[in-house]
Protein backbone atom coordinates (compact mmCIF):
# COMPACT_ATOMS: atom_id res chain seq x y z
CA UNK A 1 0.00 0.00 0.00
CA UNK A 2 1.20 3.22 -0.89
CA UNK A 3 2.24 5.70 1.67
CA UNK A 4 3.74 9.36 1.69
CA UNK A 5 6.00 10.72 4.39
CA UNK A 6 6.97 14.47 4.82
CA UNK A 7 10.72 15.18 6.64
CA UNK A 8 12.58 17.92 7.00
CA UNK A 9 12.95 21.07 9.36
CA UNK A 10 10.04 22.09 11.87
CA UNK A 11 11.64 25.45 12.36
CA UNK A 12 13.11 28.00 9.96
CA UNK A 13 14.31 31.67 9.91
CA UNK A 14 12.50 34.49 8.05
CA UNK A 15 14.50 35.24 5.30
CA UNK A 16 15.84 31.67 4.42
CA UNK A 17 14.78 28.57 2.16
CA UNK A 18 12.40 26.12 3.87
CA UNK A 19 13.34 22.48 2.60
CA UNK A 20 11.16 19.27 2.70
CA UNK A 21 11.07 16.22 1.93
CA UNK A 22 8.35 13.26 0.27
CA UNK A 23 9.42 10.12 0.62
CA UNK A 24 6.91 7.59 -1.60
CA UNK A 25 6.76 4.24 -0.04
CA UNK A 26 4.85 0.72 -0.83
CA UNK A 27 4.88 1.61 -4.37
CA UNK A 28 6.09 3.67 -7.42
CA UNK A 29 6.94 6.99 -8.34
CA UNK A 30 7.23 6.65 -11.98
CA UNK A 31 4.22 5.53 -12.99
CA UNK A 32 2.76 7.50 -16.31
CA UNK A 33 -0.33 8.30 -14.50
CA UNK A 34 0.80 10.11 -11.22
CA UNK A 35 2.14 13.31 -10.51
CA UNK A 36 2.92 14.49 -6.88
CA UNK A 37 2.59 17.50 -5.23
CA UNK A 38 2.77 19.57 -2.12
CA UNK A 39 -0.36 21.64 -0.41
CA UNK A 40 0.12 23.63 2.33
CA UNK A 41 -2.89 24.48 4.94
CA UNK A 42 -1.88 27.81 7.56
CA UNK A 43 -2.83 27.47 10.99
CA UNK A 44 -6.90 27.91 10.98
CA UNK A 45 -6.91 28.37 7.02
CA UNK A 46 -7.58 26.33 4.20
CA UNK A 47 -5.96 24.58 2.03
CA UNK A 48 -3.21 25.96 -0.95
CA UNK A 49 -1.57 24.45 -4.04
CA UNK A 50 2.06 25.06 -3.58
CA UNK A 51 2.91 22.73 -6.81
CA UNK A 52 3.13 19.47 -8.48
CA UNK A 53 5.78 17.15 -10.71
CA UNK A 54 5.76 14.76 -12.60
CA UNK A 55 8.52 11.95 -12.36
CA UNK A 56 9.62 13.04 -16.06
CA UNK A 57 10.80 16.56 -13.75
CA UNK A 58 8.32 18.47 -15.59
CA UNK A 59 6.84 20.75 -12.88
CA UNK A 60 3.79 22.70 -12.46
CA UNK A 61 3.78 25.64 -9.53
CA UNK A 62 0.74 28.00 -7.87
CA UNK A 63 1.52 31.41 -9.43
CA UNK A 64 1.20 33.29 -6.19
CA UNK A 65 4.23 31.31 -5.06
CA UNK A 66 6.27 30.75 -8.52
CA UNK A 67 9.37 32.78 -8.07
CA UNK A 68 10.12 31.51 -4.61
CA UNK A 69 9.24 27.78 -4.99
CA UNK A 70 11.13 24.56 -6.65
CA UNK A 71 10.01 21.26 -6.74
CA UNK A 72 12.40 18.09 -7.57
CA UNK A 73 12.17 15.09 -7.57
CA UNK A 74 14.70 11.49 -7.52
CA UNK A 75 13.07 8.39 -8.81
CA UNK A 76 16.28 6.94 -7.73
CA UNK A 77 15.04 7.63 -3.73
CA UNK A 78 11.24 7.07 -4.54
CA UNK A 79 11.47 11.10 -3.49
CA UNK A 80 10.46 14.61 -4.08
CA UNK A 81 10.96 17.56 -2.64
CA UNK A 82 9.92 21.50 -1.50
CA UNK A 83 12.69 24.03 -1.43
CA UNK A 84 10.61 27.68 -0.82
CA UNK A 85 12.83 30.76 -0.75
CA UNK A 86 12.53 33.91 1.43
CA UNK A 87 10.25 32.87 3.69
CA UNK A 88 8.46 34.97 6.30
CA UNK A 89 5.65 34.20 8.91
CA UNK A 90 3.06 33.94 6.27
CA UNK A 91 4.52 30.46 5.48
CA UNK A 92 4.09 29.32 8.43
CA UNK A 93 1.91 26.23 7.82
CA UNK A 94 1.37 22.43 7.92
CA UNK A 95 3.08 21.29 4.89
CA UNK A 96 1.11 18.13 3.21
CA UNK A 97 2.28 16.20 0.30
CA UNK A 98 0.18 14.37 -2.10
CA UNK A 99 -0.30 11.91 -5.14
CA UNK A 100 -2.43 13.25 -7.78
CA UNK A 101 -3.56 10.94 -10.41
CA UNK A 102 -4.10 12.15 -13.74
CA UNK A 103 -6.99 9.24 -14.17
CA UNK A 104 -9.11 10.47 -12.20
CA UNK A 105 -8.67 14.27 -13.80
CA UNK A 106 -6.02 14.77 -10.76
CA UNK A 107 -7.61 13.92 -7.51
CA UNK A 108 -5.20 13.84 -4.81
CA UNK A 109 -5.77 10.26 -3.71
CA UNK A 110 -3.08 9.68 -1.13
CA UNK A 111 -1.58 12.33 1.18
CA UNK A 112 1.27 12.49 4.13
CA UNK A 113 0.07 13.01 7.44
CA UNK A 114 1.51 16.36 7.10
CA UNK A 115 4.86 18.50 8.82
CA UNK A 116 4.47 21.83 10.62
CA UNK A 117 6.78 24.24 9.80
CA UNK A 118 6.92 27.63 11.64
CA UNK A 119 8.85 30.77 10.09
CA UNK A 120 10.13 32.39 13.22
CA UNK A 121 13.45 33.31 14.49
CA UNK B 1 -6.94 32.72 -12.44
CA UNK B 2 -10.56 30.00 -12.11
CA UNK B 3 -11.96 30.65 -8.66
CA UNK B 4 -14.25 28.35 -6.47
CA UNK B 5 -16.48 29.26 -3.59
CA UNK B 6 -17.58 27.78 -0.71
CA UNK B 7 -19.70 29.01 2.05
CA UNK B 8 -18.29 28.90 5.37
CA UNK B 9 -20.29 26.81 7.13
CA UNK B 10 -23.25 24.40 7.56
CA UNK B 11 -25.25 22.91 10.09
CA UNK B 12 -27.47 19.99 9.88
CA UNK B 13 -29.36 18.01 12.69
CA UNK B 14 -28.20 14.56 13.10
CA UNK B 15 -29.39 11.88 10.40
CA UNK B 16 -30.94 14.44 7.78
CA UNK B 17 -29.30 15.40 4.65
CA UNK B 18 -26.24 17.91 4.21
CA UNK B 19 -25.24 19.83 0.70
CA UNK B 20 -22.23 21.52 0.44
CA UNK B 21 -21.81 23.54 -2.61
CA UNK B 22 -19.00 25.04 -4.65
CA UNK B 23 -19.49 27.21 -7.23
CA UNK B 24 -17.15 28.67 -9.85
CA UNK B 25 -17.94 29.90 -13.74
CA UNK B 26 -19.28 27.37 -15.64
CA UNK B 27 -17.98 24.70 -12.77
CA UNK B 28 -19.94 22.36 -14.77
CA UNK B 29 -17.86 21.55 -17.54
CA UNK B 30 -15.24 20.66 -15.01
CA UNK B 31 -14.08 17.62 -13.02
CA UNK B 32 -14.57 18.35 -9.09
CA UNK B 33 -13.38 16.30 -6.35
CA UNK B 34 -13.83 16.83 -2.65
CA UNK B 35 -11.76 15.94 0.66
CA UNK B 36 -13.27 16.06 3.99
CA UNK B 37 -11.11 16.94 6.68
CA UNK B 38 -10.82 15.99 10.41
CA UNK B 39 -8.94 18.66 12.74
CA UNK B 40 -5.61 17.25 12.72
CA UNK B 41 -5.84 15.59 10.16
CA UNK B 42 -4.92 15.46 6.80
CA UNK B 43 -7.90 15.44 4.07
CA UNK B 44 -9.43 12.14 2.58
CA UNK B 45 -10.61 12.35 -0.99
CA UNK B 46 -14.36 11.55 -0.55
CA UNK B 47 -15.25 12.19 -4.36
CA UNK B 48 -13.69 12.19 -7.43
CA UNK B 49 -14.80 13.49 -10.77
CA UNK B 50 -18.11 14.76 -9.53
CA UNK B 51 -19.84 11.54 -8.62
CA UNK B 52 -17.14 9.07 -7.89
CA UNK B 53 -16.78 7.13 -4.24
CA UNK B 54 -12.91 6.03 -3.48
CA UNK B 55 -13.11 2.72 -2.18
CA UNK B 56 -14.00 2.47 1.83
CA UNK B 57 -16.35 5.91 1.35
CA UNK B 58 -19.44 4.88 2.27
CA UNK B 59 -22.90 5.39 -0.13
CA UNK B 60 -23.87 8.23 1.91
CA UNK B 61 -21.67 10.34 -0.01
CA UNK B 62 -23.13 11.69 -3.53
CA UNK B 63 -22.57 14.85 -5.68
CA UNK B 64 -23.58 16.19 -8.70
CA UNK B 65 -22.31 19.35 -10.63
CA UNK B 66 -23.83 21.26 -13.37
CA UNK B 67 -23.83 25.08 -14.15
CA UNK B 68 -21.97 27.13 -12.28
CA UNK B 69 -22.66 24.63 -8.49
CA UNK B 70 -20.94 21.11 -7.68
CA UNK B 71 -22.69 19.57 -4.49
CA UNK B 72 -21.74 17.35 -1.87
CA UNK B 73 -24.70 15.38 -0.90
CA UNK B 74 -24.55 13.42 2.69
CA UNK B 75 -27.11 11.65 3.46
CA UNK B 76 -27.69 10.08 7.14
CA UNK B 77 -25.16 12.57 8.51
CA UNK B 78 -23.39 10.56 11.66
CA UNK B 79 -21.40 12.73 14.40
CA UNK B 80 -18.13 11.05 12.49
CA UNK B 81 -19.29 13.06 9.46
CA UNK B 82 -17.85 16.49 11.02
CA UNK B 83 -15.52 18.40 9.63
CA UNK B 84 -14.10 20.43 7.11
CA UNK B 85 -14.88 19.62 3.15
CA UNK B 86 -12.90 21.32 0.40
CA UNK B 87 -13.82 20.90 -3.16
CA UNK B 88 -10.89 21.03 -5.96
CA UNK B 89 -10.54 21.33 -9.71
CA UNK B 90 -7.12 20.49 -11.80
CA UNK B 91 -7.79 23.10 -14.38
CA UNK B 92 -5.00 23.83 -16.94
CA UNK B 93 -2.45 22.42 -14.97
CA UNK B 94 -3.44 24.50 -12.32
CA UNK B 95 -4.50 23.23 -9.19
CA UNK B 96 -7.51 25.06 -7.33
CA UNK B 97 -9.20 24.68 -3.76
CA UNK B 98 -12.20 25.96 -2.67
CA UNK B 99 -11.62 27.71 0.83
CA UNK B 100 -13.56 24.67 3.08
CA UNK B 101 -16.56 24.67 4.45
CA UNK B 102 -16.92 23.56 8.14
CA UNK B 103 -20.07 21.13 8.70
CA UNK B 104 -21.38 21.11 11.71
CA UNK B 105 -23.87 18.21 13.04
CA UNK B 106 -26.61 19.73 15.68
Known amino acids: QLQLQESGPGLVNPSETLSLTCTVSGGSISRNTDYWGWIRQPPGKGLEWVGTIYYSGSSDYNPSLKSRVTISVDTSKTQFSLRLSSVTAADTAVYYC?????????????WGQGRMVTVSS | SYELTQSLSVSVALGQTARITCEGN??????IHWYQQKPGQAPVLVLY???NRPSGIPDRFSGSNSGNTATLTISRVQDGDEGDYYC?????????FGGGTKLTVL
Open chain 2, 49 to 51: RDV
Open chain 2, 26 to 31: DIGSKN
Open chain 1, 98 to 110: ARMITGITGAFDI
Open chain 2, 88 to 96: HVWDSSTVV
